[in-house]
């Protein structure tokens, strides 16, 4: 009986030949990563552990993102915890404000995430780094500070879900649209604790950015991680101005894998798709959703903030003006990908439309700024949760939806998908 990706990788980190779905792991970390909001708690922990010093300075990633730029007293106290923290233990991979962005945008870019890594972050968006071919996964702060003490944690081997990606695209369908079909599909306990493998002859005819947003996703459905082939396009991002230089290996799974389940998605198929309230799998095709009407709009986030997204977004609004009763605000993933907005004009296309092109931060994704609802407020949002509560008031919504749709909307000022 072989073994899935996600197995394979599990293996190799804990020095086994062979493991199996629901086996006990010790495993070896390669990246451990925490925010301004879960590191201060990972640091308590770590402390009252006794422990001296991190496993390795170069093998932990903080990342102040959430309530970065500090909103309020208290967000910059956890903000100067994180970063005391950072200078004691010389950590490497420290972002300040102005050299930083959100993390799972971050990573990838600055070269931290390579195929067949074992990464854990106290984020459950850390999955992310599945689109290329690594094993990531959310933990609570407690395993972080586990993790960054030594370089270890305890990982249950999950069961296989194999998602078989047929055919193309039809712009401007994107990556989003599968992640929110997929989760219509399944559910979002569908996948709960098991691993979502990406394979067949569609993987390459989703560009990285569109591989990036479906695993950042991956635990919508439950899912333990999700992961992608290394393929020409993980290659070509990995050696993009030296990105990646250490030596790396790419895990297959074997042909006799075992799966618990198979979902096949022809991805020509696939429409235009948005999460109404208030769940990811509560799906519609967005031209089927009628006169919604909506306050604010919000492209981007870890989800949905990179270069393809803001080009999407920005080809729909240039030359015409955000719809007066809408609140159009733009979060590019890093600093890095906001510099290049601006220099492709993107930004100046946002901004004359009438959006606001904010920092990169995690801001009204979760309630945090930049961005709150008040009651009774309605946004749709290229993020990736639309639970009760989750961008401010509990009597708010939120319906999840890709760069497409989010700007189209933004011009109507209700559900629409571009002409």
Not at 128 to 156: E, P
Not at 317 to 336: D, E, H, M, S, Y
Not at 346 to 363: S, Y
Not at 364 to 385: D, F, Q, W, Y
Request: aromatic share 4%.
């Amino acid at each position: 009986m072989g073994m899935t990706m996600t197995q394979k990788i599990l293996a190799r980190a804990a020095g086994l030949p062979k493991v199996e779905a629901g086996q006990l792991l010790l495993c070896a970390l390669d990246l451990v990563l925490g925010n301004d909001i879960t590191t201060p708690v990972a640091i308590e922990e770590f402390e009252k552990m006794g422990a001296a010093t991190v496993f390795d300075r170069t093998k932990v990633a903080l990342i102040p993102d959430h309530f970065t730029p500090n909103k309020d007293i208290k967000s910059a106290q956890q903000a100067k915890r994180m970063r005391e923290f950072a200078r004691k233990h010389d950590i490497l991979h420290y972002y300040e404000v102005g050299r930083a962005g959100i993390e799972h945008a971050l990573l990838p870019e600055q070269g931290l995430v390579a195929p067949g890594e074992l990464i854990i972050g106290a984020d459950s968006h850390t999955c992310t780094y599945g689109a290329l071919g690594a094993l990531s996964t959310g933990v609570g702060s407690t395993d972080m500070a586990a993790g960054m003490a030594l370089g270890k944690a305890w990982f249950k081997v999950p069961e296989a879900i194999r998602v078989t990606l047929k055919g193309a695209l039809r712009p401007p369908v994107s990556g989003k649209d599968v992640i929110l079909y997929l989760i219509g599909l399944i559910g979002v306990d569908g996948a709960r604790y098991m691993s979502l493998e990406f394979a067949g002859d569609g993987v390459g005819n989703i560009s990285m950015d569109g591989r990036l947003t479906i695993a950042n996703m991956a635990i919508e459905a439950g899912a333990k991680n999700g992961i992608f082939p290394v393929d020409n396009i993980t290659r070509a991002y990995l050696s993009e101005n030296d990105r990646v230089t250490r030596p790396w290996t790419a895990y297959e799974p074997d042909p006799d894998a075992v799966y618990a389940q198979e979902v096949t998605i022809d991805l020509g198929e696939v429409p235009l798709t948005v999460s109404l309230p208030h769940l990811p799998s509560n799906t519609k095709p967005a031209d089927q959703c009628g006169d919604i009407a909506v306050d604010q709009v919000v492209i981007g986030s870890c989800t949905n903030g990179r270069m393809e997204d803001l080009r999407v977004a920005a080809d729909i609004l240039r030359g015409k003006q955000v719809a007066p009763n809408v609140r159009c605000i733009v979060i590019p993933g890093t600093q890095a990908i906001l510099r290049q907005a601006i220099d492709e004009g993107l930004a100046q296309a946002m901004i004359d439309a009438g959006a606001l092109v904010t920092m990169p931060t995690c801001g009204p994704c979760l309630g945090g700024h930049c961005g709150v609802l008040a009651a009774g407020e309605r946004c749709v949002a290229t993020t990736n949760r639309n639970f009760v509560g989750r961008m401010g008031d509990p009597a708010s919504e939120v319906i999840l939806a890709g760069p497409a749709v989010a700007a189209a909307t933004a011009l109507t000022g209700y559900i629409s998908v571009p002409e």
